[in-house]
């Protein structure tokens, strides 16, 4: 086979040694046809150029597409496992367990386990692969610096290191992320006052608050004569210099330190004023708006069920037994109290003994624990049914009886003693219940019988009204708290016989106690809804309630000591807020804050905390 080209005279040869003649183009004909080819190559090229580009371009839109919702999947990620180490601490648990190996983590043979395992979650088409690392120093018990939100108060800090790793639908990994970050826990008790709904200080006579003071809801401040506050002050919601329940304003002083000395908050104030950061900005960080809420207890937690965090951790739970009619149960106690353990069940031998007046004598009908129904509470406009407890009789009797079984007075495996009292019956769950416990002989709060070890710290819990009678805590003072429903002062001279106002006179009273209890809402809603409508919820001068007339001259002193915590309304104590009779009328209030819980050694057992994540660092490694 061959070819064979005659450009003189136009003959073209082809195989097999036969020709045809054909008829080729000009000489400027052939020069057109070449350059429509090339032109048409160049035109090719610079298509399938384009079409490379494109592709390339695609390519790499997708590539940035699938690393940015990478990146955005290995951030949910360490968002997800940060919040999972503070809800671990808000239960009151400590995250535990190992982490991987940082070399190839997470693969198999390397997961680690429990809180700092390697963990998946998807978010459509990619996942986030998370794992936790511990400092190996944790915790650091910190006073938190100046100018940071909740300011000098102590805290346990424990810091963490969470790695994320995004991972596509092709098992490329799309992006690595790490944030460094602080858990801190800062215990309420810390607070001269914390409020989780609206707080409201409007005092009639001088009153100074030597200690912090919180509220996740509005703030509220106006006083008769001169309101002090000398610690940092923070809100969640608004702060109004005025009063909630009207639109009413005293101008007299508001002084809160700076931090090193009053200044006056708006002093003229004809009505009700919504104050800005603008307005606050000459106390220096002292005064803050808006702040994070912070999560803290349920007031559920305080129910006497297994799983409810004071419940299983109680060292003594006692339980006052009544049948559908509100009457005692005799059937394993004659006095209707019952000791229980964390399953919620009879310790038959220590309900027993504890019942026995010759073995736990005490001022309660010769026992250290009894019932009564002998208290008429205005508030709520009925007697009501009480767990009658005789404190020093109680430790007594805990301590020769065992009641605790291997456990002893001087036990701090939660920072002392924790002992539940409860009511179990019929009304319980009532918004009014009208059932009650009460505390007395509680001056010195300790065993006085031979051998008995001293006690470092004691707390009482109730899911209902607590009422203490007398003076509390006022010799040789020790870390005690009250978490109740509601708190409720019975002064040294009460008597349930007196039912009369006439007959309802009180002497001077000391408590020194960190309460957590409910608070009555103003206007019936928290926040601007329940602003100029209904009635008045007392405010925190009236946090404690009084049953006598307390100024009745000469004018009696109630002597307090403490931190005011208020999470909720009350659950159980429906009655409304009214001064003067039948209810009571007020003592004069010699009350500050127990500068001792500065130092989280002094706190009262089990005291509760809230919890807040404070970021150090956030960084990315580049996948190559």
Not at 124 to 137: C, F, L, S
Not at 210 to 239: K, R, W
Not at 415 to 438: M, T
């Amino acid at each position: 086979m061959y070819y064979r080209f005659r450009t003189n005279n136009g003959i073209l040869n082809m195989n097999q040694g036969q020709s045809k003649q054909v008829q080729l183009p000009s000489r400027n004909e052939g020069f057109a046809l070449i350059t429509v080819l090339f032109l048409t190559v160049v035109l090719l090229a610079m298509v399938g150029s384009m079409t490379s580009l494109t592709r390339s371009e695609l390519g790499a839109t997708v590539s940035s597409r699938d690393s940015v919702k990478g990146f955005y999947a290995a951030e949910a990620g360490l968002n997800l496992r940060a919040e999972e180490v503070r809800q671990t601490f808000i239960g009151y648990n400590r995250p535990d367990g190992t982490s991987p190996n940082e070399t190839n983590a997470c693969t198999t043979g390397n997961m680690g386990s429990d809180d700092f395992a390697c963990q998946e979650v998807s978010f459509g088409k990619h996942k986030a692969i998370t794992y936790v690392v511990e400092e190996p120093d944790n915790p650091l018990i910190l006073t938190i610096p100046p100018g940071e939100r909740y300011q000098n108060l102590n805290a346990q800090e424990y810091r963490y290191t969470v790695t994320s790793k995004a991972v596509g639908i092709d098992g490329q990994v799309e992006a690595i992320l790490e944030l460094k970050f602080k858990s801190r826990l800062v215990p309420l008790f810390q607070f001269a006052a914390f409020y989780n709904k609206d707080l409201e200080i409007l005092p009639g006579p001088y009153m100074n608050l030597a200690g912090p003071v919180h509220t996740n809801g509005d703030l509220y401040l106006d006083s008769g004569n001169t309101l002090e506050i000398e610690g940092q002050v923070t809100t969640a919601g608004d702060l109004y210099r005025g009063r909630k329940n009207d639109s009413s304003c005293k101008s007299n002083n508001i002084d809160i330190l700076d931090p090193s000395s009053f200044l006056t908050l708006l002093g003229s104030c004809p009505t009700r004023t919504k104050l800005t950061e603008t307005a606050l900005a000459p106390w220096n960080s002292m005064i803050q708006i808006d702040v994070p809420v912070v999560t803290v207890p349920e007031p559920e937690d305080l129910n006497p069920e297994p799983g409810k965090i004071y419940w299983d951790k109680a060292d003594m739970r006692l339980v006052l037994h009544l049948n559908s009619s509100n009457n005692i149960v005799t059937s394993s106690s004659a006095v209707g109290v019952e000791v229980r353990d964390a399953n919620n069940l009879v310790m038959n031998s220590e309900t027993n003994a504890l019942e026995d007046a010759g073995d736990c004598p005490g001022s309660i009908s010769g026992r250290a624990v009894g019932y009564s129904n002998s208290f008429y509470n205005n508030r709520e406009g009925n007697n009501i049914h009480m767990l009658d407890v005789d404190v020093q009789a109680l430790l007594n009797c805990m301590h020769e009886e065992s009641l605790m079984g291997a456990r002893a007075l001087d036990d701090d495996t939660e920072g002392g003693l924790v002992i539940h009292l409860s009511v179990d019956g019929p009304d319980a769950a009532e918004a009014q219940s009208l059932y009650g416990v009460r505390v007395r002989n509680g001056a010195e709060l300790q065993a006085n019988v031979s051998g008995a070890p001293s006690i470092r710290g004691i707390t009482f819990v109730s899911d209902q009204a607590f009422y203490s009678m007398g003076n509390y805590n006022s010799i040789n003072k020790i870390p005690s708290a009250f978490l109740a429903d509601s708190y409720n002062a019975l002064s040294n001279s009460w008597n349930d016989a007196n039912t009369s106002w006439s007959s309802r006179v009180p002497s001077d009273t000391t408590v020194n106690a960190a309460i957590l209890a409910g608070t009555d809402v103003t206007g019936g809603a928290e926040g601007a809804g329940g602003q100029s409508s209904g009635n008045y919820n007392g405010g925190l001068e009236n946090y404690p309630r009084f049953h006598e007339q307390w100024s009745k001259s000469p004018k009696k002193t109630f002597y307090y000591t403490g931190s005011f915590v208020s999470l909720n309304a009350p659950q159980h104590a429906s009655g409304a807020w009214h001064y003067g009779s039948p209810q009571y009328t007020a003592p004069n209030r010699t009350w500050g804050y127990d500068t001792d819980f500065n130092n989280a050694e002094n706190l009262p057992p089990i005291t509760p905390r809230f919890v807040y994540l404070r970021q150090q660092l956030f960084s990315r490694d580049f996948v190559q």
